[in-house]
């Protein structure tokens, strides 16, 4: 018997918090989850989901006017209704929330609706005052957004509420050029916004290979997207008409409906105790850890984005999984971070897994890439001036595949199977002597010259 109230202690039932818990749970633990907000986190919540299926509602923008070139008889202006999309997505949330919750249930996890925070090597202090112990506990409490401190910066809004829009606003104004920012830049413009993006260096989506994040630069650009570069933040001015004026350096002010922040996430580690059990934070705000997600205090462990090292769902997942099977479940299991697929939901897609070019010839040296432009058969007879680009690096002493990098309808849905097989280190040979499948565009992949 232990002397703890439970053996496990879990803060913030997202997807790495939930995943630990039913696991550990069914490896035959006492576990509690404690959540300030709703159970899902991030990913279900406001995050992945719902982003996921306002991508797919504002993609019904071009393919009715695509349908058109295929025979279907299509208004020229079609109406949209934002708030039947806004509340059936809340309504699939919720769906998801409920899914969340009886799993946990089902296992026999205590899901405490209240806010914890550490107070000791093995104690919790709840919202209410109450004191919880616990053998261990594990901090999975995500990220959120990072907002700059200028002026008026408290008129501008995060992805946390644009699901919540009572419109869609005419002009919008998203203030960096990573993941979120594209990906909302691509639903605000098929949703009917004029959409500027602002960035404080020359690059969109750093990390992602040159010459597919250039593609979508370009592509966005054709689409009547704007974007101001080198531009830094300096302030929001909110006029008498509701109108936001953003001053920035560099450029011209510009006036604007809305201004969403999408620059970066920030570990949710402030205010939550971490220092009465001495666990370790970096220069980020993230709890440090070790290979089995162990911070620097014995009984105190953390997975998913509060760590900051790979801020994608499904890693989260796994770590959470390691994390119980490996003190639960006598299985110990380390989760490999190489060759993460990933992918951005912009209007195109991209998606790529592995080293991108220039970071092949870092590490490798001799390298050989191999691509395939092409205009998608739909886009063709859509009349639908947009080229798709996939790229396949290769190491070239050894012909293994080391990188693929895509742009184009459908990518994050291809590049799934094309990362098993960078996974496994299959070679550009192993992949030519794959017949092709006819006509996809998953089929250049085995194409490419
Ligand atoms: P990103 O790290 O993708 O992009 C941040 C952007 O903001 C960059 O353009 C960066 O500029 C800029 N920036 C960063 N800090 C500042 C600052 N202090 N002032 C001004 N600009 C700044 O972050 P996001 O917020 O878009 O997304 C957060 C994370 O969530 C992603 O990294 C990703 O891991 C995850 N995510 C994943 C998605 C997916 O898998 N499809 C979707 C959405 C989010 P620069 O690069 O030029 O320095």
Redesign the pocket.
Known sequence: MSDYDYDLFVIGAGSGGTRASRVAAAHGAKVAVAEEYRVGGTCVIR??VP?KLLVYGAHFAEDLKDAKRFGWQVPDECEFDWKTLRDNVMEEVDRINGAYTDTLESQGVEIIHQRATVSGPNEVTLADGTKKTAGKILIAVG?H??V?TCPGHEHGIT?NEAFHLEAVPKRVLI?????????FAGIFHQLGAHVILI?????????YDQAIRDRLLQISLMKGLEFRFDA??EGIEKGEDGCLTVSMSGHEPVTVDLVM?????VPNTEGLGLETAGVELDEKGAVKVDEDNRSSCDSIFAVG?VTNR????PVAIREGQAFADTFFGDKPTRVDYGCIP????SHPPLAGVGMTESEAKQKLGSVRVYSSDFRPMKNVLAGRDERALYKMVCDGETDRVVGIHMIGPDC?EIIQAAAVCVKAGLTKAQFDETVALHPTMAEELVLMR
Not at 261 to 265: D, E, L, P, V, W
């Open positions: 995050g992945c982003k990220a957004p990072s700059p992805s203030a960096g050029a990573g993941y979120i920012a594209n990906e960035n404080r260096t020359k690059e969109i989506l750093r990390g830094t933040f922040f999408a620059t970066g996430r984005d790979v801020q994608l769902t990933a992918a951005v939901f994050a």
